[in-house]
């Protein structure tokens, strides 16, 4: 397999000519690499290695990898999506450019949700085919034979597997529930079609895993949103009450949009709504929901509210609990607008 059929390495770019300011030239193609670049960019930007070991002494370039480095100043925050973006291009440079993200750190970087936090330095790369073991210091490195169409590009040259093969190569790592958040989060973001299932499991086939994964994806739904609502659904599908339907839209007399609610039962006209962390915890948003929740009420007298957090996932008797009517002391579990506080 030529290594010509691959995403070719990052162009240092035609500001890289002239000599008289071969330090900013080089700074402006790290600026385009997430603070990145190599040995090979650096000198045709014209510095030397007199240069390059000058600026690595003073600390204002880390090195990182054999004839790699990052400009300390350009480097992104710890955690952050940059720097995952930052320690791949760096790993990039260094393993040549068969090289690409893959696994977990694939799906991070295509956004595909429902993994745990990042732990803000480990990376998972591979070299198809590779020959001979390698080390790389916060690279666990694979050499799983990666076809050429299978690679993507994302960014400035970030070489990374494509979403079916992201999928293919972390799902069988992870327990049922941040398998099928993935499948769902890969779905509701137009990564992956119920089109290319089929595709996804014949190559799955033979592989650790594909038993479990071709019977997860039955329970996946690309109408989740987040991996909140992904967690809620299977344990009201797994306590025989699954909701009748996901992103359930309610209308004003004119038929205007009033709110579209995460979960819906037809039979009990129960609203259900994942509170995760983030768009709900804000003022502004809090605002937004109570005010919407209060629309749906005065509109939908009959309809019964419940919502639930990230704290009760530990709880699924809870979780089905409200989603059968049955509250403390037996009552109706309707809860207040989002942000109440105290009975008024």
Request: aromatic content about 6%; charged content about 25%.
């Amino acid at each position: 397999m030529s290594s010509a059929q691959y995403p070719a390495l990052p162009s240092p770019g035609p500001q890289c000519a002239s000599a008289p300011d071969s330090m900013e030239a080089a700074v402006a193609v790290a600026a385009g690499q997430y603070g990145v670049l190599s040995w090979p960019q650096a000198r045709e930007c014209g510095l030397n290695r007199y240069d390059i070991r000058r600026m690595v002494r003073r600390g204002e370039w880390l090195h990182p990898h054999h004839q790699v480095y990052v400009v300390r100043r350009l480097m992104p925050g710890t955690g952050t999506p940059e720097r995952l973006r930052c320690l791949v291009m760096a790993a990039q440079l260094a393993l040549g450019p068969r090289a690409c993200a893959a696994g977990p750190t694939a799906a991070r970087l295509w956004g595909i949700r429902g993994l745990d936090r990042w732990n803000g330095h480990g990376i998972h790369m591979v070299v198809p085919a590779l020959k001979r073991p390698r080390e790389l210091a916060g690279v666990d490195l694979h050499g799983w034979n990666v076809r050429p169409e299978e690679v993507a590009v994302l960014g400035d040259g970030l070489r990374v597997t494509d979403p079916g093969r992201t999928l293919r190569d972390t799902v069988p790592g992870l327990d049922r529930e941040s398998a099928v958040c993935l499948m769902d989060s890969a779905l509701n973001q137009g990564l992956l079609g119920q089109e290319d299932i089929p595709r996804l499991n014949d190559r799955m086939r033979g592989r650790a895993g594909c038993v479990d994964m071709r019977r997860w994806w039955g329970l996946t739904d690309g109408r989740a949103q987040s991996p909140l609502e992904t967690r809620i659904r299977l344990i009201c599908q797994d306590g025989g009450m699954p909701p009748d339907e996901l992103q359930r839209r309610f209308t004003d007399r004119e038929g205007r949009t009033v709110a579209v609610v995460d979960f819906w039962w037809e039979g009990s006209r129960l609203i259900g709504e994942a509170d995760g962390l983030g768009p709900h915890s804000t003022p502004r948003a809090l605002a937004r929901d109570r005010e919407r929740q209060n629309a749906l009420q005065m509109l939908y007298p009959d309809v019964r509210i419940v919502r639930f957090t990230w704290a009760d996932l530990k709880r699924p008797g809870y979780i089905l609990a409200l989603v059968a009517g049955e509250g403390r002391g037996g009552r109706a579990a309707t809860l207040p607008p989002p942000g109440a506080t105290g009975d008024g």
